[in-house]
């Protein structure tokens, strides 16, 4: 079942989106899977692009992305 992004996740979206504005990250393409929580990260992170008055790419959306497993997800996102 599919697991929405949780109040925790949405955090960490706006956290990154922060970070990534304050070192001047710039991005020519935005590519997301097509479940709810891979999304609504993705829109977290444009709304904190936008509200800071930087552009955000319109989203790719590709279902192969999907098949990120939960763990891998999870250490890919926990890279420091």
Same mark, same amino acid.
């Given at each position: 079942m599919e697991?929405?992004?949780?109040p925790l996740?949405? !955090? $960490?979206?706006?956290?990154?989106?922060c970070w990534?504005?304050?070192?001047? !990250? $710039?991005?020519?393409?935005?590519h997301s899977g097509t479940l709810a929580r891979q999304v609504r990260m993705e829109e977290i992170v444009a709304e904190?692009?936008?509200k800071a008055g930087k552009?955000?790419?319109e989203r790719l959306?590709?279902?192969a992305f999907n098949r990120i497993g939960h763990l891998e997800e999870e250490r890919l996102w926990s890279y420091r």
């Open positions: 697991q929405p992004l949780t996740g949405e !955090a $960490q979206a706006a956290g990154l989106a990534w504005l304050k070192h001047g !990250a $710039q991005f020519d393409e935005v904190t692009f936008r552009p955000w790419p959306t590709l279902d």
